[in-house]
């Protein structure tokens, strides 16, 4: 393969994959740097837009409003640097923008402004106002907005000319120009967060046969306690999990992810557990390498990046910190066919986590 994205839950480790990744001769960071490509499946992005403009319960203001929004994702992607995405103006210059005109131009064609599909809302108007304090006094009318000026965003109506075969084929160029722009010559690039773990479904749909999608998942109990005790006040800085607070509604969140990543994954799919990167090292390293086609010669620098002796720390949380056998328990029972087998048992030290 010659593009693989890495991606994961929220802490579920997936820079452990890119780092033991990056060890491997010819494979090289897409862009030059280690960097997350959001553009693609992001609110409002490529994935989203697909969805939006093919459901059959959207109209066609729903999709004029979709592919404008989508143009004005990508052009803030370009535009500004929001440190770890975006800043496609510096990376890869004006080639990214043209991509996108030729994407949405391939699919559409625009009309005028000052659509009913671009209304933000109305402009307080005192005569507007007073003639409908008159009309509620004299006519007994409920009075409504206190003003009649319909305001716009200014963007112009755009009408969906492709059809859904038409659509993909202009998808996939647009997805291709995109990797062509992060390439550097043969090497096997490597995209952090490409997609998010339950969009696997898009990989037959929008990537070539040179396209892997690896998700790395992580046992729940460390993902939550660690969330919870750990990341929200670690030294790098308070984190929050993207999920919902207390415990019942992450198990019923982490279910629902789960489910619709396991059941849309396809054979260019590979999910890799965190764990089995430290307690099955060797076994999950070829996994990975018979995945992406490479030679396991090719892994000159092991253990150089990706240290298991050290990322081993990282697991059993639920071990490591004491008073936690109630949440634990929840977790268990809630979320059994997720958790990870440990070998044997380890506790370590919280102050050693992240070294």
């Known amino acids: 393969m010659k593009n693989i994205a890495v991606t994961g839950y929220y ?37 989203d837009l697909g969805t939006i403009l093919f459901s059959n319960d959207t109209n066609y203001y729903s999709r004029d409003m979709a592919i404008n929004r989508f143009y004005n994702e990508m052009r803030k992607q370009y535009v500004n640097d929001f440190g770890w ?78 059809n859904y075969d038409e659509f993909m084929q202009a998808a996939r160029k647009f997805v291709s120009d995109y990797l062509n722009m992060c390439r550097e010559g043969d090497s096997i690039m490597v995209y952090d967060h490409l997609l998010f773990p339950e969009q696997c479904g898009v990989v037959e749909k929008y990537f070539d046969d040179d396209f892997g999608l690896i998700v790395v998942d992580r046992d729940p109990r ?9 990341w929200s006040s670690n030294r790098f800085g308070r984190q929050i999990m993207p999920a919902p607070k207390g415990i019942d509604s992450f198990c019923k969140y982490w279910n629902a992810m789960h489910r619709k990543m396991k059941d849309h994954a396809g054979s260019k799919v ?86």
């Not at 990056?22 to 992005?45: F, Q």
């Not at 994407?103 to 005569?127: C, M, W, Y």
């Not at 029972?333 to 919280?350: C, H, M, Q, R, T």
């Open 11 to 47: 802490g579920t480790g997936s820079s452990a994959v890119i780092d033991f990744l990056s060890e491997i001769e010819g494979v090289k960071y897409a862009l030059g740097i280690r960097y997350e490509h959001t553009n693609l499946n992001c609110r409002d992005g490529l994935f």
């Open 270 to 355: 590979l999910i890799v557990q965190f764990e089995d990167l430290i307690y099955k090292y060797d076994e999950t390293c070829k996994r990975i390498m018979d995945f992406c086609g490479i030679d396991s010669s090719l892994h000159i620098k092991q253990k150089t990046i990706f240290e298991p002796e050290k990322s081993i720390k990282n697991t059993q949380v639920f071990n490591t910190i004491s008073g936690l056998d109630e949440e634990r328990k929840i977790i268990e029972d809630a979320l059994g066919e997720w958790l990870y087998d440990f070998p044997y048992e380890i506790k370590s030290n919280v102050s050693e986590m992240f070294d």
């Open 222 to 230: 460390d993902v939550f306690l660690s969330a919870k005790y750990v």
């Open 85 to 162: 995405y975006g800043s496609y103006k510096k990376l890869v210059g004006e080639r990214y923008m043209k991509a996108v005109d030729e994407f949405v131009d391939n699919i559409s064609e625009r009309g005028g402004k000052n659509s009913l599909a671009h209304t933000t809302g109305t402009r307080f108007s005192l005569i507007k106002a007073a003639l409908q304090v008159a009309a509620k006094i004299v006519y007994k009318r409920p009075i409504s907005k206190l003003g009649r000026v319909y305001l716009h965003d200014g963007d112009p109506q755009i009408y969906l000319t492709a």
